[in-house]
C-alpha cells in the first residue's frame, strides 16, 4: 500500500521560512517524479514544484521562483519542500504528489498517489 506523508506544515511569520517533507511508504520517490501542490481557499489547485524521477531537472511555478527548493532524498525516501520569504499569499493546503511519468505534469491527473495534504498559515 502507497502512502504519502506530509509534515512540517503549520502557522509562519511573514517573511519567514518553512520546509515540508514528504515521507513515502510503498513506492520508491527515485523511480517516481514528484510534485508539491497547493490549494488556497476558493482557489484550484496548483502545482507548486515538481522534481523529474532522476531528479536532475525541476520545475517551479512563477510565484514561488527563485526562493523556492524541491529536492528528492533517496536514501530516506522522502521529497522536500523548502519555501523561503513566505508570503501571505502562500497560504494553503500543500499536498505531496507521485507520478509514474517521466516528467513533471501540472496536471493532477498525471499523478497516481497523493498524500493527505498539510495546512501552511502565514501571518502577517
Known amino acids: 500500500q502507497v502512502q504519502l506523508v506530509e509534515s512540517g506544515g503549520g502557522s509562519v511569520q511573514a517573511g519567514g521560512s518553512l520546509r515540508l517533507s514528504c515521507a513515502a511508504s510503498g513506492l520508491t520517490v527515485a523511480n517516481y517524479s514528484m510534485g508539491w501542490f497547493r490549494q488556497a481557499q476558493e482557489k484550484e489547485r496548483e502545482l507548486v514544484a515538481g522534481?523529474?524521477?532522476?531528479?536532475?531537472?525541476?520545475y517551479y511555478a512563477d510565484s514561488v521562483k527563485g526562493r523556492t527548493t524541491i529536492s528528492k532524498d533517496n536514501a530516506e525516501n522522502t521529497v522536500t519542500l523548502q519555501i523561503n520569504s513566505l508570503r501571505s499569499e502562500d497560504t494553503a493546503v500543500y499536498v505531496c504528489?507521485?507520478?509514474?511519468?517521466?516528467?513533471?505534469?501540472?496536471?493532477?491527473?498525471?499523478?497516481?498517489?497523493w498524500g493527505q495534504g498539510i495546512q501552511v498559515t502565514i501571518s502577517s
Open positions: 504528489a507521485a507520478s509514474n511519468e517521466r516528467w513533471v505534469y501540472h496536471n493532477p491527473a498525471r499523478y497516481e498517489y
Open positions: 522534481i523529474t524521477r532522476g531528479g536532475r531537472s525541476t
